[in-house]
């Protein structure tokens, strides 16, 4: 192994729970992954995702404390299938991909899953994210289940007011 793959593979990194400080960094890394978002918004998601057991998020810190990677998760029991957790999003920086942030982070999701009781942790990537699937592969993830995903937008009762 060549020195500089095995300095991006050694790079420090601090998993932590997020709180509200986060919101412009998080917002920032929401746009790398393609959902437009602002600070105002995160810190008012934030606030939601902190009163609810079944909901976290961790961030991925450098040594000098910058957020370049986070981990949203959202654990649901249904009826069809026992509690189980789903990474509904994962993002690092696109300037420090490859250094094992996403390594790390997935593994904080992972014993967080387990800590938690459920039986199994999944997650959706869309189609065109090949290097996202090979990642996951890599962390010991399988296709399980091809689908489509349908949505509808709502009107909010505070876009009404």
């Known amino acids: 192994m060549n020195a500089n793959a095995q ?5 420090a990194v601090r998993i932590r729970a997020a709180n509200h400080d986060d ?7 929401c746009i790398q992954l393609g959902y437009d978002a602002d600070a105002d918004q995160l810190r008012r998601r934030l606030t939601q995702i902190d009163q ?6 961790f961030v991925a810190q450098q040594e000098g404390g910058e957020i370049v990677g986070f981990v949203d998760l959202d654990c649901r029991c249904l009826a069809i299938k026992d509690a189980s957790v789903e990474v509904c999003g994962l993002v690092i920086d696109q300037s420090v991909r490859g250094r094992g942030y ?13 800590a938690i009781g459920a039986s199994a ?24 289940k091809q689908q489509l995903a349908f949505q509808k937008r709502l009107v909010c009762k505070s876009d009404i007011d």
């Not at 300095?7 to 790079?11: C, G, V």
């Not at 996403?102 to 387990?114: F, P, R, T, V």
């Not at 999944?122 to 189609?127: G, P, Q």
């Open 102 to 114: 996403g390594q790390a982070l997935m593994q904080k999701a992972e014993a967080w899953a387990q």
């Open 52 to 57: 609810d057991p079944n909901h976290a998020i």
């Open 121 to 144: 942790i999944s997650l959706r990537s869309n189609v065109i994210r090949k290097e996202a699937h090979a990642f996951y592969q890599r962390c010991g993830y399988e296709i399980y």
């Open 7 to 11: 300095e991006k593979q050694t790079a």
């Open 23 to 29: 919101a412009a960094a998080l917002a920032r890394l």
